[in-house]
């Protein structure tokens, strides 16, 4: 069930053919109509459920009905933007229906801003509860962190609802910013999530998806590492059962000189018609000399019936590289792994939930901050003690 | 602390096969072996003998497949049991590769073990200190314990980790899996003064299963088998070793020739 890497390379000048579509060659706009309904023919729609998604590619306001609540430390600034008013819309174009309808639909954009070398005590914390089954809801937030600011905004998602969302990241000169979104739904939630990020001088971005319940959950980031020495962590850790579908579309865009990134994606499936897809783009541009580029994604199907497909491309513009590469594997249970747990004693039931545990906390590992890596653990731990592997 | 009735694992008659592309390999063609607690017997012989097989064997992996014979624990059917009841009554096998848990650091990983094995958590603090002081001895420094499990580790660390869970878990029995290759010199005298050490205090028995002698200068055997094709083709005391030591396993190999 391993799908074969992809690879774009750059060709000889003679024999280059024009792709059918790279990542960067996606239309964008700001108007709904400028996109078609999916069909599931489109390349960014082939391998999501769109008759499930149908609620989300209706051109509507939400209902209203989710209630948002931000707790924010100080100094931290919360406030609302409207469409046009700066810095909405600065670096996030839609490139999809159901985010140019968030875009167009949302009245109001949340706005949280990290004042100048800002330094956060604690995490800000942006709770969504959906109105339930039923309602629909439109998003639009921008996480905006000034230059030199450091700090961690964690945005969870829980309860039920039909939600398109945008989530627009601008990280300052040499400011350093951790996202953590959390799908949390209830099994008949449905949600489209485009998160984009600019990236200026020196600036980092660890960027976390964390997906864990939901019926389709499809959260696609995006980053633009535009300023020099610019550097993204990008990870992913997801737990897909019976008739869950979670998806991401990864794109990161070596624009400047000297950036980094570090790109992992980790996923267990079980059940009939558990449905993972994930899809890494990178592109190294031919301005971003000396960059350094790894992305993987790593798969544990747990039974029959569940399905993963993986996909991951790289683009190379120009010749002078630090370092590229991918990678992509799913598999099943190692059996080396469980015969040495089970020699050391342990049950084989629970060898495998430590087996299950120990892939996805890899992702946790990578937190830096120890409450919320407690915490991401916990989760892991919960969703584990609900499933019967 | 030495138990006060001697346990024995009895191997009887045992054949064992394999599945290979060309079709079924039988591996251990009948092989008998008797261990009682606090004896340390030697298993020598060339690669390909068997040697590994019966570790493996005796552990339960589902790769190798018991076409007869039998082994005993105190007169319960080893081979009626799960890897997992095995090593909970009393079983251990030190792997020569030991695999690598991604996200599962030592410290969870020992606990976990020592919790199964015992039935019951270690109180958490003398667990804390006698894994701490178990590292040390064996020149593990205390950062291990964080670190996830064989993952980045050095063919020298992997040994000492092994051995370290011999020293926590107490088992009635070790089988010890070539836990000599790919030491150096300081590193196999950690190693062995790790195993004697448990040896002294739990009175285990342990089956030590090497290609080379170089091992049996630090922990001493009390009997030595040599295995051929399969099956003991000699069986003797320490001085066997030595003989082995200046003749290598040629003889063995033209007899059969």
Partial sequence: MTTAPTTTAPAPAATRVVPVQTRSERPRSTDPADFATPTGREVDWKLSPVERLAPLFEDAPGDGSARWTIDAPEPVRVGTLAAGQSPRGSVFEPEDRPSAIAFARTAQAHHVLLPEAAALERPIVVSVEGGGAESRETAHLVLEAAAGSVGTVVLRHEGSTRLAENVEIVVGAGAALTVIAVQQWADDALHASAHQARLAEGASLRHVVVTFGGGVVRVNPSVDLAGARSEAEMYGVSYADAGQHFESQVYVFHHGPETRADVLYKGALQGVGARSVWIGDVLIGPEATGTDSYEANRNLVLTDGARADSIPNLEIETGDIAGAGHASATGRFDDEQLFYLQARGVPEAEAKRLVVLGFLAEIAQRIPVESLQEELIAAIEAELAKEVV | ?257
């Fill in chain 2, 1 to 257: 602390m030495s138990t006060a009735t001697p346990s024995q694992l009895v191997i009887r008659d045992l054949r064992v096969s394999i599945d290979t592309e060309q079709g079924s390999k039988p591996i251990l063609k009948g092989v008998d072996l008797t261990l009682t607690s606090g004896e340390i017997h030697a298993v020598m012989g060339p690669n390909g003998s068997g040697k590994s097989t019966l570790a493996y064997t005796i552990a339960g992996h589902p790769r190798y497949r018991v076409d007869g014979g039998s082994i005993e624990l105190d007169g319960q059917d080893v081979l009626a049991m799960s890897v997992d009841e095995r090593a909970r009554a009393g079983l251990f096998l030190a792997m020569q590769y030991p695999v690598e848990i991604p996200g599962v650091t030592v410290s969870n990983f020992l606990r976990t073990a020592k919790t199964a094995i015992d039935g019951e958590a270690p109180a958490i603090r003398g667990w804390t200190s006698g894994v701490r002081e178990a590292m040390e001895k064996l020149r593990m420094d205390p950062s291990f314990a964080a670190r996830n499990v064989n993952e980045g580790f050095s063919g020298g660390e992997k040994k000492r980790h092994e051995i370290l869970q011999l020293e926590l878990l107490k088992p009635r029995f070790a089988v010890l899996d070539e836990t000599d290759s790919g030491l150096d010199v300081d590193a196999l005298r950690i190693v062995s003064e790790g195993v004697n050490r448990a040896h002294q205090e739990t009175g285990l028995g342990i089956l030590l299963i090497t290609h080379y002698t170089r091992i049996l200068r630090y922990i001493q055997p009390d009997f030595v088998h040599v295995f051929v094709d399969g099956t003991v083709a000699e069986e003797g005391g320490p001085e066997l070793a030595e003989r082995l030591e200046d003749e290598g396993y040629d003889r063995y190999l033209a007899a059969r020739a």
